[in-house]
T-cell receptor
């Protein structure tokens, strides 16, 4: 089966610009997660979709971040306007639910200058 | 941190030696998982241990869980240079759906 894919793999933008990250989960996985890792620190939870609904968005930093999963398939994470502290690696993961493990994409490395 | 911490932050060993990494967490959990990440890649699931289990094996991996101390350990036996990676523990809280990760342990196995 195809794995979780993320696009782009790298993005360099200037402060104040907008960036949209995309995640295509494994087909059939209802659960989709976004995580962020900054400067080698913990992998921080951002939010969790079950199909098209936001199950938990408690980790979203602020209202500059908007995640969507229209139709319950792929998901986008938009940062608008980007700030310097938004730099990091954004991971997407999907799972079939229950005790199923998470399957991760390779991440998008975002650099805000 | 959101949940817990791995210890040590970094570990360097010789090929053939055993590597032990520890993880502590803060809340009641449903299960605890270990993941591995090679540089520039996504995390890969290694092993899951449920809250009512105390030890689990998978190949050269051995995981223990002590819920009274809220801690877990990952032992990699007879390490290989290819085991060089970052290792993360992750927990799913009781009644929860989200998986929470720590900051990871960077393991370097010298050939």
């Amino acid at each position: 089966e195809a794995g979780v894919t993320q696009f782009p793999s790298h993005s360099v933008i200037e402060k104040g610009q907008t960036v949209t990250l995309r995640c295509d989960p494994i087909s059939g996985h209802d659960n989709l997660y976004w995580y962020r890792r900054v400067m080698g620190k913990e992998i921080k939870f951002l939010l969790h979709f079950v199909k098209e609904s936001k199950q938990d968005e408690s980790g979203m930093p602020n209202n500059r971040f908007l995640a969507e999963r229209t139709g319950g398939t792929y998901s986008t994470l938009k940062v608008q306007p980007a700030e310097l502290e938004d730099s990091g690696v954004y991971f997407c993961a999907s799972s079939a639910g229950g005790n199923s493990p998470l399957h991760f994409g390779n991440g998008t490395r975002l650099t805000v200058t | 941190s959101q949940q817990g911490e791995e210890d040590p932050q970094a570990l360097s060993i010789q090929e053939g030696e055993n590597a032990t990494m520890n993880c502590s967490y803060k809340t009641s959990i449903n299960n605890l998982q270990w993941y591995r990440q090679n540089s520039g890649r996504g995390l890969v699931h290694l092993i899951l241990i449920r809250s009512n289990e105390r030890e689990k094996h998978s190949g050269r991996l051995r995981v223990t869980l002590d819920t009274s101390k809220k801690s877990s350990s990952l032992l990699i036996t007879a390490s290989r240079a290819a085991d060089t990676a970052s290792y993360f523990c992750a927990t799913v809280n009781t009644g929860g759906f989200k998986t929470i990760f720590g900051a990871g342990t960077r393991l370097f196995v010298k050939a």
